[in-house]
């Protein structure tokens, strides 16, 4: 499913801040901010794209799960109606409501499944964006200080 970027006109307004660079506010690097900001972004539009995904299968398995139900249900119906036994009636009752709560029981673990597939891996994109930051702080951090080192030797 391919869908076009609805924050592409906001990256837009980036640009216009390349402008104004080189900025020096204490040794920040604008572009690199900017960057990292629109790399965020990105990585949130794709973890609420996995969501969206997921949301959207949940919806056809309950939908095909409806559907199941309502012709089960129908069945029975023809089945009682049909039978002259009022014993056969409540055996073929009993009969589907064991039926119906072990599918239900078991439509509800694939419906769990779904939603925590998605969730994990919307997190695990969030989360590999944040470690991509930590390690950007890091990184210039770690070159800040030693430019700093070296121009107090020097």
């Known amino acids: 499913m391919s869908q076009t970027n609805p924050f592409a006109d906001a990256f837009k307004a980036f640009d216009a801040f390349k402008s104004y660079s080189p900025i020096s506010c204490s040794g920040v690097n604008v572009d690199e901010a ?3 900001g629109k790399r965020n972004v990105e990585a949130f539009q794709e973890a609420c794209q996995v969501i969206a995904e997921g949301a959207q299968q949940i919806v056809s ?3 095909k799960i409806i559907e199941q139900n309502a012709r089960q249900v129908l069945e029975l119906f023809n089945a009682i109606a049909s039978s002259k036994d009022p014993r056969e009636s409540a055996a073929k009752q009993a009969s589907y409501a064991q039926e119906a709560l072990e599918k239900a ?3 509800a673990k694939q419906l769990a499944d779904i939603a ?3 969730s994990n891996k919307a997190t695990d994109l969030i989360k ?4 991509k930051n930590i390690q950007e702080v890091g990184k210039a951090v770690s ?3 030693k430019a700093a080192d070296k121009k107090a030797a020097a």
Do not use: F, G
């Open 61 to 63: 398995l309950q939908t």
């Open 105 to 107: 029981t078991s439509d």
């Open 128 to 131: 590999a964006q944040v470690t």
């Open 116 to 118: 925590t597939k998605s």
């Open 143 to 145: 070159s800040q200080k």
């Open 34 to 36: 900017i960057s990292v």
